[in-house]
Nanobody, 121 residues
């Protein structure tokens, strides 16, 4: 089994910054893609940003230029630096990882429990 544990959410004023972290642990052979999704009340879960093992990144248009995703492959950890936060960034942020486990060597899609980000004045 692979577990994802997120941290770093909280309450911030518009224009402020937060940094989310997500560490993967357990029976990991290789994690190919790590990413962040978010879900606001009454809306579908959407991709915020993703990063592949070699470092190429992908961002939702709504966060380009404000958010930066990075990863530490040695620690199986992904980060999301969020700057210039807006009211509409308020959501539960979920960490996602896609990779192969070290027990059955099968691909899997894993999710964290979510962390709340609230942008409010």
């Amino acid at each position: 089994q692979v577990q994802l544990v997120e941290s770093g959410g909280g309450l911030v004023q518009p224009g402020g910054s937060l940094r989310l972290s997500c560490a993967a642990s357990g029976s990991i052979f290789r994690i190919s893609v790590m990413g962040w999704y978010r879900q606001a009340p009454g809306k579908q879960r959407e991709l915020v940003a993703s990063i592949i093992y070699l470092g190429s990144t992908n961002y939702a248009d709504s966060v380009k230029g404000r958010f930066t995703i990075s990863r530490d492959n040695a620690k199986n950890t992904v980060y999301l630096q969020m700057n210039s936060l807006k009211l509409e960034d308020t959501a539960i942020y979920y960490c996602n990882a896609r990779g192969v486990d070290s027990v059955n060597y099968r691909p899997g899609n894993y999710w964290g429990q979510g962390t709340q980000v609230t942008v409010s004045s």
